[in-house]
């Protein structure tokens, strides 16, 4: 079974950068997985930030961006501001049709 | 504006039926497949199934398959999850989301999502 895998939690301060990783248990992220970046705030649905490895979605300023480190899919912040703080999810494609989220990745700015 | 609105949820005995909507606007819904991604309560989010534009193709996630039934009917621009054998597991808020294809697939637009709880 494919488990997505990202950190738990971090933590930034506020104009640091973070950079969060999705790894596969078994295997390297590859564009052909097509990593995505959803941000979700508690009681809301989620976000879409970034498609197809680094292209930021209709809206989401330029302080997102995606690439490919190493093995892993990866989003880093630059600046990070307060309303950053939120739970972010990758999702992986995994082909015939399946996509497997994250387990997500909590962030706080402080 | 691009909107998904979900509807039919609510409190269901295990092993129990319900059917849930989506109505879209906004976009040409019959060229967006579409998907059902759900969240339970204090957990992360998890793709379950997808239907192409036409209708023709349909997928499922494992936790769901057999159980779940994804339809759309593309004249009233409405996509279906006929639920069935609801376990207590399958609690959560339920999201629909355009799935698009832009040198691959993503999640475009998300509905607000509509809370199904499985409980005696």
């Known amino acids: 079974q494919t488990v997505v895998t990202q950190e738990p939690s971090f933590s930034v301060s506020p104009g640091g950068t973070v950079t969060l990783t999705c790894g596969l248990s078994?295997?390297?992220?590859?564009?052909?997985?097509?990593p995505s970046w959803y941000q979700q705030t508690p009681g809301q649905p989620p976000r879409t930030l970034i498609y197809?490895?680094?292209t930021r979605s209709s809206g989401v300023p330029d302080r997102f961006s995606g690439s490919i480190l190493g093995n892993k899919a990866a989003l880093t912040i630059t600046g990070a501001q307060a309303d950053d703080e939120s739970d972010y999810y990758c999702v992986l494609y995994m082909g015939s049709g399946i996509s497997v989220f994250g387990g997500g990745t909590k962030l706080t700015v402080l | 504006e691009v909107q998904l609105l979900e509807s039919g949820g609510g409190l269901v005995q295990p092993g129990g039926s319900l059917r849930l909507s989506c109505a879209a606007s906004?976009?040409?819904?019959?060229?967006?497949?579409m998907s059902w991604v759900r969240q339970a309560p204090g957990k992360g989010l998890e793709w379950f199934s997808s239907?192409?534009?036409?209708?023709?193709?349909?997928d499922y996630a494992d936790s769901v398959k057999g159980r779940f039934t994804i339809s759309r009917d593309n004249s009233k621009n409405t996509v279906y999850l006929q639920m069935n054998s609801l376990r207590a597991d399958d609690t959560a808020v339920y999201y629909c989301?355009?799935?698009?294809?832009?040198?691959?697939?993503?999640?475009?637009?998300w509905g607000q999502g509509t809370l199904v709880t499985v409980s005696s």
């Open positions: 078994s295997g390297s992220v590859s564009t052909s997985n097509y």
């Open positions: 989301a355009s799935r698009a294809y832009r040198n691959g697939w993503f999640f475009d637009y």
């Open positions: 239907i192409s534009g036409s209708g023709d193709n349909t």
């Open positions: 197809s490895t680094n």
């Open positions: 906004g976009f040409t819904f019959s060229t967006y497949a």
